[in-house]
């Protein structure tokens, strides 16, 4: 596709709830990120992929989250027993190499709401 | 632990006029700087990606520079217009081989026609 594309775009678990959130990066992007964005504030580190390897998983806040990406394309961000605070924007981002070296491309993201 | 500040938090200035943008970083040993746009309800476009051996990088009316050593980026947007809109992140990540961002606040530019 043309860009990174997420779904779905809007969310709504009642706590305890099981969510899963999916990125489709653009294809050929080797590097692939997850970020918490709540509102007003900057989006904050979640985990980190690098093709199939995910290399970095320091933000994940809590063993409730989890992320794979077993083919090195798309990618699902799993929340479970979701919590209040859980809620927020998730952003998934992609590029080509190491992202230090080129720019990030950021999906709309998916605005989770947990009630 | 790497803190990205930016200031001010909002920013309201009229149409045509050159304005700058600050961030400042508490960890100068960073590999990169990037300036990102977010429009409301929309994921971040980067603008601008500054090398740590960079001082300038320049896109269209946009200048972003880097002062490494006192932890100091800006953003220069010349003759700004409504379309300018939006809020303004900045991003460190820190020396090659972590791959992460670290995000400031951002800074909400408003643009008066």
């Known amino acids: 596709g043309a860009g990174v594309s997420q779904s779905p775009r809007y969310k709504v678990a009642k706590r305890g709830q099981d969510v899963a959130l999916r990125c489709d990066p653009i294809s050929g992007h080797v590097s692939l990120f997850w970020y918490q964005q709540a509102l007003g504030q900057g989006p904050e580190f979640l985990t980190y992929?690098?093709?199939?390897?995910?290399?970095?998983k320091s933000g994940l806040p809590s063993d409730r989250f989890f992320a794979e990406r077993p083919e090195g394309s798309v990618s699902t961000l799993k929340i479970q027993r979701t919590q209040q605070e859980d809620s927020a924007v998730y952003l998934c981002?992609?590029?080509?190499?190491?992202?230090?070296?080129?720019?990030?491309?950021f999906g709309n993201g998916t605005r989770l709401t947990v009630t | 632990k790497q803190e990205v500040t930016q200031i001010p938090a909002a920013l309201s200035v009229p149409e045509g006029e050159n304005l700058v943008l600050n961030c400042s970083f508490t960890?100068?040993?960073?590999?990169?700087l990037q300036w990102f746009r977010q429009d409301p309800g929309k994921g971040l476009t980067s603008l601008l990606l500054?090398?740590?051996?960079?001082r300038e990088q320049t896109s269209g009316r946009l200048n972003a520079s880097l002062d490494k050593s006192s932890g100091r980026s800006t953003l220069y947007i010349a003759a700004s217009q409504p379309g300018d809109s939006a809020t303004y992140l900045c991003?460190?990540?820190?020396?090659?081989?972590?791959?992460?961002?670290?995000f400031g606040t951002g800074t909400r530019l408003t643009i008066i026609p």
């Open positions: 960890d100068s040993a960073i590999y990169n």
């Open positions: 991003a460190v990540s820190t020396y090659f081989g972590n791959e992460k961002l670290t």
């Open positions: 500054i090398q740590s051996s960079q």
């Open positions: 981002a992609s590029s080509f190499r190491q992202a230090t070296n080129s720019p990030l491309h």
């Open positions: 992929f690098q093709n199939e390897a995910q290399l970095d």
